[in-house]
C-alpha cells in the first residue's frame, strides 16, 4: 500500500519529503505540532512543547525575564496553540492574562503580576501535563444527571430531573443590581456548589435559557465580575471530576426552573451576628444551626429548607438532633414540630422563641395550668429590648425589613440581657462592632473580610468550623497557603484577617497559640525572596569601562567615564555629581583639576582629577 501511494503521487507530479515522510503504518504519529494517538483515539500535546511553555513561565515567576506585555502575549500564544487538544480549558485560564495584555501602553511596556494572573501562570506550570486530552472521535455518552436552571430578579433556582432535588437561593441587594447573565451564571455556579457531592465524577447536562451562560462557562468572559464566577464553576467541575454540558433552551421549556426561582423565601432572617458570638462564648460552642442557608447560617454545619452551597443536609427534621448542640432558630410556624423532634431525638440545644402567649405553640412552653415551664426547658431567659436581636432577610420585603421586632423573646441564655434590658447600655452595645470595626482602616477591613472569606469557603469545603476556628484548622490552612508558594504579604493578610476576625467577635483567639506561631514564622521563611547584594565597583570595572567608551570622540562618552573615575575616586553620590558646576572645580598646578572641599549632608567630600 506505501509503495502504490508513493508511485501514485511520483505519477502526478509531486516530489515527497523523504526526510518527513514516514511510509509504514502508525498508530502513534506526531504531526502539525501534536501526537495523533489512534491507538487511545486522543490528540495529544508532545512533551517538548509543555516543557517550553513550563520554561516561559518559570522565568516569568522567579524573576529572570522581565513581566512585559510580550512576554505575557508569548505564554498566552503557546497555551492557545494546544487547545486542538486540550479544549476551552485554554481560553477560560487565560482571561486575566488577556485582560492585561489589552490594557498596554506598548509591548515592551513593565507590568505588574497580580495575584490573579499568578494563579493562571501557576495553574499552567502546574497542572498543564495532568490535563486529559480530547478525544479525535468522541463516542456519544449519556448525561448521569439533568439539571435546569433559572433565576429571576429576587431569587436563583434550579432542579434535577428524576429525584428532583431543588436548589433555591435569595439574591441580596448587591446582587439584584447585577445584569440578567451575572444573575445565571451565578445561578449554575450556585447550583453546582450545592450539588457537587451528588453531582462528583458524573456528566452532567445543564440547561438554561440565557446564550450568553453557554458561552461563558466554556470559554470564560473579558468582563472581571463574569470571570470570577467562570472560574468558580470551572474549578467545582475540577476539583469534582465533573464533566459539565451546558446547552440553551428556550424560556418556554424552562417554565419548572423559572417557577422556583420566583419562589420567594420570607423566612429567610436571622439573628443579629454579634448577639450569636456573645451567647456564643458564653453557652457554646453550638455544632448545628438547624433552621439556616448559606446567607443566615451561624455555623459551618446547618440544614436548611432546600438545597443551598454549604449544607449539611435538607429539611432538618430528617436528621437526628442528638449528635449535636443545636442552635435552633424556626419559622414561628415550625416551633411547636421543632420542639417535638427536640423531644423525639432527646436533644439539647437552645431554642429562640417570640413571647406570644396566644401563639399555638405557647402551650408546648408553658404548662396552662400551673403557668410554669415545661419539665424539657432547663432553663430560660427573657430578651426584653429585642430591637436588634433579628436581622432581616435579603429582600425588602422579607421578615424584620421594614420595622423592628418588639415582642419579647426567650431563649436558654443567662446574662447578656442583665445589660441589655438597661437603654443606656443596649445603645452601647449596639455600636461596639463599628467601634471595633473603626480601629483599622477601611481598606484594612474590606481586605481582611476577603482573606477571611476565602478561608471560610476552605472550612465548608472539608467540613471544619471557621468561627471559632480551632488553632489545628488555621495551622492546616496556612500550611497549604505555604506549599502553594504565596507571597509573604498575601501569607500575614491571611493570617491577620483570621485574627482579626476572632479579636472583633468577642472568641478566643486561636491564632496566639505557639504552635501555629511557629507556623507562621516559619512560612515567612520559606517564603522570602533572599537579598541579592549589589557587587562593589571595581579598578578593574572602571578599566573596562574607560577603555570602551574612553577612546571614542563622543563627548557623552567622555562625559560617563569622567563621572565615573570622579565618583569612585571621591567617594561621590550621582546627586552629588549631578550637582557640579563649573564654579566648583579648581585647577592647580601640575594637576588638570580639582573640586574643593565642601559640605555635603553629614560628611565633608573633596576630590581631585588629573
Not at 513550563?54 to 524573576?63: D, F, M, R
Not at 396552662?368 to 430560660?380: A, N
Not at 477591613?445 to 469557603?457: H, V
Request: aromatic share 12%; charged share 20%; with cysteine.
Amino acid at each position: 500500500m506505501a509503495n502504490q501511494i508513493r508511485a501514485d503521487l511520483k505519477k502526478s507530479g509531486f516530489v515527497a519529503n523523504e526526510i518527513k515522510s514516514v511510509w509504514t503504518p502508525q498508530q502513534s504519529i506526531e504531526w502539525l505540532g501534536f501526537i495523533w494517538n489512534l491507538y487511545n483515539s486522543t490528540l495529544e500535546i508532545p512533551n517538548k512543547k509543555f516543557q517550553g511553555l513550563k520554561l516561559c513561565i518559570s522565568a516569568l515567576l522567579e524573576g529572570t525575564i522581565r513581566p512585559t506585555c510580550r512576554n505575557l502575549a508569548k505564554v498566552c500564544g503557546k497555551i492557545i496553540s494546544m487547545k486542538p487538544a486540550l479544549g476551552s480549558i485554554c481560553q477560560i485560564m487565560t482571561r486575566h492574562l488577556h485582560m492585561m495584555i489589552n490594557t498596554r501602553i506598548y509591548w515592551d511596556s513593565f507590568i505588574h503580576l497580580n495575584d490573579d494572573i499568578l494563579q493562571e501562570l501557576r495553574f499552567w506550570y502546574f497542572q498543564c501535563e495532568k490535563l486529559h486530552f480530547k478525544c479525535i472521535t468522541p463516542m456519544f455518552r449519556l448525561p448521569e444527571r439533568i439539571i435546569y436552571s433559572d433565576a429571576s430578579e429576587y431569587a436563583g433556582a434550579g432542579f434535577t430531573v428524576g429525584d428532583n432535588h431543588i436548589v433555591h437561593f435569595m439574591w441580596d441587594k448587591e446582587d439584584r443590581i447585577k445584569s440578567s447573565t451575572w444573575r445565571e451564571l451565578k445561578a449554575v455556579k450556585n447550583i453546582l456548589e450545592s450539588l457537587q457531592l451528588m453531582l462528583c465524577g458524573k456528566l452532567i447536562k445543564l440547561y438554561t435559557d440565557n446564550q450568553n451562560v453557554v458561552k461563558i462557562v466554556q470559554k470564560g468572559s473579558m468582563k472581571l465580575d463574569l470571570q470570577v464566577i467562570a472560574l468558580d464553576i470551572f474549578h467545582i467541575c475540577l476539583n469534582n471530576n465533573i464533566v459539565l454540558e451546558v446547552e440553551w433552551i428556550p424560556r418556554n421549556e424552562n417554565t419548572c426552573a423559572d417557577a422556583l426561582s420566583k419562589i420567594f423565601d420570607f423566612d429567610d432572617w436571622g439573628v443579629s451576628q454579634n448577639i450569636f458570638n456573645f451567647f456564643n462564648s458564653l453557652w457554646g460552642p453550638f455544632t448545628c444551626d438547624t433552621f439556616a442557608d448559606d446567607r443566615n447560617k451561624k455555623l459551618a454545619v446547618f440544614f436548611s429548607k432546600f438545597f443551598t452551597p454549604g449544607t449539611s443536609g435538607v429539611d432538618a427534621f430528617a436528621y437526628d438532633w442528638s449528635k449535636f448542640n443545636n442552635w435552633v432558630v424556626p419559622p414561628v410556624n415550625l416551633i411547636t414540630r421543632a420542639i417535638n423532634h427536640m423531644q423525639m431525638c432527646k436533644a439539647k440545644g437552645v431554642l429562640v422563641v417570640p413571647k406570644w402567649k396566644s401563639a399555638i405553640f405557647w402551650p408546648r412552653i408553658v404548662d396552662r395550668f400551673t403557668d410554669t415551664y415545661q419539665k424539657f426547658v432547663k432553663d430560660f431567659r427573657e430578651y426584653k429590648n429585642p430591637k436588634t436581636f433579628f436581622v432581616a432577610g435579603s429582600h425588602d420585603n422579607s421578615i424584620f425589613a421594614k420595622q423592628p421586632f418588639n415582642s419579647h423573646v426567650l431563649s436558654q441564655w443567662k446574662q447578656f440581657e442583665d445589660y441589655a434590658n438597661n437603654p443606656r447600655l443596649a445603645s452601647v452595645i449596639e455600636v461596639l462592632p463599628s467601634i471595633i470595626e473603626s480601629s483599622k482602616a477601611k481598606s484594612t477591613n474590606n481586605k481582611y473580610r476577603i482573606y477571611f472569606e476565602k478561608f471560610r469557603k476552605w472550612c465548608v469545603l472539608f467540613g471544619l468550623q471557621y468561627s471559632p476556628a480551632t488553632s489545628t484548622t488555621i495551622s492546616l490552612y496556612i500550611g497549604g497557603l505555604i506549599q502553594q508558594g504565596i507571597s509573604v504579604s498575601v501569607l500575614e493578610a491571611n493570617y491577620y484577617s483570621i485574627k482579626w476576625h476572632h479579636d472583633k467577635n468577642f472568641k478566643d483567639n486561636p491564632c496566639s497559640d505557639e504552635f501555629l506561631s511557629l507556623i507562621v514564622e516559619g512560612g515567612k521563611r520559606i517564603l522570602s525572596k533572599p537579598i541579592n547584594k549589589k557587587e562593589p565597583v571595581t579598578p578593574e570595572i572602571l578599566q573596562m569601562i574607560i577603555s570602551k567608551y574612553g577612546i571614542e570622540n563622543d563627548l557623552s562618552s567622555l562625559r560617563i567615564c569622567v563621572l565615573c573615575l570622579l565618583g569612585f575616586s571621591g567617594f561621590l553620590r550621582y546627586s552629588e555629581l549631578a550637582a557640579i558646576k563649573a564654579k566648583h572645580i579648581t585647577f592647580f598646578e601640575g594637576l588638570r583639576g580639582g573640586i574643593p572641599q565642601e559640605k555635603s549632608r553629614d560628611v565633608n567630600v573633596c576630590g581631585i582629577f588629573s
